[in-house]
């Protein structure tokens, strides 16, 4: 195979970057973008002003302004953030045909054997990074690697407004001094079940006899020692193919109990569906997971293979989350249901 | 060394022991062949360190004893361009090899026959009379279904089992299962199971004639040999514990089907034309007495077919990659061929109707 060139970009606080664009009055105040205390509301995006007060997506608004009292809040306009994605994906274009969406902010692009910039993917990255700065406004990361998996990573080296390259060389270098959490699909259940094999970094895997790899991860261990060793074979493709949908709610007041979380579901569940059927994705359902998040913001996910998102499943999924909470009340009931690769899912044998 | 032979007589043992030679190896003398010449004799031994193949054949003139290995690729080739017919002179002339026949003259680099690597010895544990049909067929209706570089090493080869009157082989990639039989005449006083690596079956198939001539089988705790009168193969074995493939055979399937082989073979090979060149899906639509077949691919053209099967009962929808189902109907010989099924999700049990050596499970696709 020849040697492949790919580009990670990744926009600079998406949400944030764009608010400050629109209302330079701003300027370089901490802001964020997410719901109000009142509506027990967490931030979706904050600006690095905000990120030195220890500002994170995802974190109650209330504890992110207990962090930064001066933060400046504003509610979320999906729509100006949808335009200014496609304006983004539309530059994109103009440099590779082959430009795959990961979500509003992020793309890869395939540029092998592209004649621009002399061929050069780094300068392609350079160009694409000045596009987006002066006709949207917005800054953007990049990372260039020979596959999509070290793209990625390297493009969250420089940020903001940066840009990182892993030549083919650099890459066996690299890769062994790579915490293993690093690649993209290592959460933290995995990687403590690699650490207690003694598995910080990449290199360290090929410490572990493959037998007890295989013992413990099963087929991931193929992709997991790829990974490894630098190598992913997976193509930037086009059409994107969606792997879940989901729904959840945060709830005004907390939900003390078991029953009052039950009496929740037939309306997530109605929803979710509602949204599978707009993906035509019913049939495709391989996996439902519930999620709970408790008034603590600790949160936590059961999920199950199923052949259809059924209440049944559901219900006996959110009995096992809330016994995890011990007793915990509730803020927020997530639905996710898995999809089974679009239209072609070989089964396996059960050996 | 010296010797003369004819083309054809070198040739054939040649070739047989090239197929376990790489071309190039991290060893220089693993690309080299061992000629071996003692009284009438000449054998020629070919080896990766994992197989090992070694062809004899007899030479009526041999002027010189020896042992020397030369470059396996080389010689064969220049063997085989040679004009049919023709007598080739070998001589080794100190460190080279010199190969003349008429007027032609090549002389090549050799390396010591001391140095050649053999698989350590021995003992076959259990031994086996086979006829060479009975082997190449167990290994012929089983060995497509090897996984082929799979991280479960265990599953890149074949399952080999003996047990008391039985010999049986398996092979499954994870997708689909493939299990073949042979009721032995006279028993044998043991059970064993040993894993052939893919490469060493392919071999084998390769290698094995299509009659009825004897051959013996010797099993060992790392090893397999095949000893038959023109040649002897041997292969290390993979070290690994196979599935218990009697797990993943279904038993209590509800939907019995038979259909006609060259029929159902045929609708499937057309239907796969218009199938997804990647996922290969078609879609089985069962009603009484009738299967559907069906096919798409992502420019929406459609393939669609009806042929007439025995079957009473509810209707079933369920999708295949349809080269697993090609691949099946294909090493069936019977006339007729019965499906065993139970649902879209389970796997289906495929033999031919009159015949119980061989046994198939296919897992579906969700289309």
Avoid at chain 1, 158 to 169: A, E
Avoid at chain 1, 312 to 336: D, F, H, M, Y
Avoid at chain 2, 86 to 96: A, F
């Amino acid at each position: 195979m020849t040697q492949r060139k790919i580009i990670h970009i990744d926009l600079d606080c998406f949400f944030a970057a764009v608010e400050m664009r629109d209302n330079p009055k701003l300027g370089d105040q901490p802001i964020a973008v997410g719901g109000s205390v009142s509506s027990r509301g967490v931030i979706a995006a904050c600006n690095y002003p905000a990120r030195t007060f220890g500002v994170r997506s995802a974190m109650p608004t209330a504890q992110a302004l207990k962090l930064c009292p001066h933060l400046l809040l504003v509610p979320g306009r999906m729509q100006a953030y949808k335009e200014a994605s496609q304006q983004v994906m539309a530059i994109l274009k103009r440099y590779s045909d082959i430009v795959e969406p990961l979500s509003l902010d992020e793309a890869y692009l395939d540029v092998t054997g592209s004649a621009l910039c002399q061929g050069s993917a780094t300068r392609i990255a350079e160009a694409i990074r000045h596009t987006i700065k002066t006709e949207t406004g917005l800054t953007a990361s990049a990372g260039v690697a020979p596959n999509k998996f070290l793209a990625k990573i390297a493009s969250d080296e420089r940020k903001p407004d940066g840009l990182f390259v892993i030549c083919p060389h650099q890459v066996p270098d690299f890769v062994a001094r790579l915490p293993v959490q690093k690649i993209p699909g290592i959460g933290p259940k995995t990687a403590s079940r690699l650490q207690e094999l003694g598995v910080h970094y990449c290199q360290d895997v090929f410490k572990v006899p493959l037998a007890r790899l295989i013992r413990q991860f099963g087929a991931y261990s193929q992709t997991l020692l790829e990974r490894c060793q630098g190598l992913d074979q997976r193509p930037v493709s086009a059409e994107r193919v969606r792997k879940s949908v989901g729904v959840e709610q945060t709830y005004a007041q907390d939900k003390c109990s078991l029953q009052d979380c039950e009496a929740e579901l037939p309306a997530l569940l109605s929803t979710l569906q509602q949204r599978l059927e707009r993906h035509r994705a019913s049939s495709l359902v391989h996996k439902v997971a519930v999620k709970l998040k408790f008034h603590d913001f600790q949160q936590t996910t059961v999920e199950q293979q199923v052949q259809t998102a059924d209440l049944a499943s559901i219900r006996s999924l959110l009995v096992t989350a809330w016994q995890r909470g011990e007793g915990r009340p509730v803020r927020l009931i997530g639905l996710q249901a898995g999809l089974a690769e679009q239209d072609h899912k070989q089964l396996m044998l059960e050996l | 060394m010296h010797l003369s032979i004819d083309k054809e007589t070198l040739l054939k043992p040649l070739q047989m022991v090239s197929g376990a030679i790489e071309r190039r190896h991290t060893l220089p003398i693993l690309s080299n062949v061992l000629l071996d010449v003692q009284q009438d004799q000449l054998s020629l031994t070919g080896t990766d360190l994992e197989i090992e193949m070694v062809a004899s054949v007899a030479v009526s003139q041999v002027h010189q004893q020896g042992r020397i290995t030369v470059p396996a690729r080389k010689l064969l080739d220049i063997c085989r361009s040679l004009p049919d017919g023709c007598q080739i002179e070998l001589t080794q002339v100190g460190e080279h090899f010199v190969i003349s026949s008429g007027k032609a003259k090549f002389t090549l680099t050799t390396l010591p026959a001391l140095d050649y690597p053999n698989l350590e010895s021995w003992q076959g544990e259990v031994n086996l009379q086979l006829s060479r049909a009975e082997l190449k067929r167990l290994l012929e209706e089983t060995a497509f279904s090897m996984a082929n570089q799979d991280v479960r090493y265990y599953l890149n080869g074949l399952l080999f089992e003996v047990d008391q009157q039985l010999v049986r082989t398996v092979a499954t990639d994870g997708h689909r299962l493939a299990m073949s039989q042979l009721q032995l005449n006279e028993p044998v006083n043991a059970q064993q199971q040993l894993i052939i690596p893919r490469k060493g079956v392919l071999e084998m198939l390769r290698l094995l004639p299509d009659d009825d001539g004897s051959l013996s089988l010797s099993l060992g705790s790392n090893h397999i040999r095949l000893v038959d009168a023109a040649f002897s193969f041997s292969s290390k074995l993979i070290d690994g514990r196979f599935p218990d493939y009697r797990r993943v055979i279904p038993r209590n399937s509800t939907k019995q089907v038979t259909a006609h082989r060259p029929v159902l073979k045929d609708a499937c090979t057309r239907a796969s034309i218009l199938s997804n060149e990647k996922y290969r899906g078609v879609r089985f639509n069962l009603a009484p007495s009738e299967l559907q077949i069906t096919a798409n691919n992502p420019e929406h053209e459609q393939a669609e077919e009806v042929i007439e099967v025995e079957y009473q009962g509810d209707a079933l929808e369920i999708g295949f990659n349809v080269s697993y189902v090609l691949d099946v109907l294909n090493s069936l010989n019977t006339d007729l061929v019965m499906l065993h099924l139970s649902d879209s999700n389970s796997s289906v049990l495929i033999e031919g109707v009159g015949n119980a050596q061989a046994s198939y499970v296919v897992m579906p696709m969700r289309l």
